[in-house]
Nanobody, 121 residues
């Protein structure tokens, strides 16, 4: 399984960005039970969970602090995961990673390379 994140960039506070994560899964390890998620690592901080979505169920697992600003979606036909980020704040500056777990409760074992998001004030 290979994941490739893209869409990051330099924006101003209040702007929006949409990140994409393209999944290549020749092994077929990502079934409908899989969980696809976004994480981020801000400068000097630990990596943190942002939001995830069940590949088959579409159930979203997210952080309350980001609800209303960050929206996860997927296109299984294109094997692509998205993260729509609105009303960006300087504290959202981080490297954003997409990841996949074969099922809820399992560790995220597949990771993309990350895409840098920088929000200026």
């Amino acid at each position: 399984v290979q994941l490739q994140a893209s869409g990051g960039g330099l924006v101003q506070a209040g702007d929006s960005l949409r990140l994409s994560c393209s999944a290549s899964d020749a092994s077929g390890r990502l079934s409908s039970d899989a969980l696809m998620g976004w994480f981020r690592r801000a400068p000097g901080k630990e990596r943190e969970f942002v939001v995830s979505i069940g590949r088959g169920t579409g159930i979203v697992y997210g952080r309350d602090s980001m609800k209303g600003r960050f929206t996860i979606s997927k296109d299984n036909g294109k094997n692509t995961l998205y993260l729509q980020m609105n009303s960006l704040k300087p504290e959202d500056t981080a490297i954003y990673y997409c990841a996949a777990a074969v099922a809820p409760g399992k560790p995220y074992q597949y990771w993309g390379q990350g895409t840098q998001v920088t929000v200026s004030s």
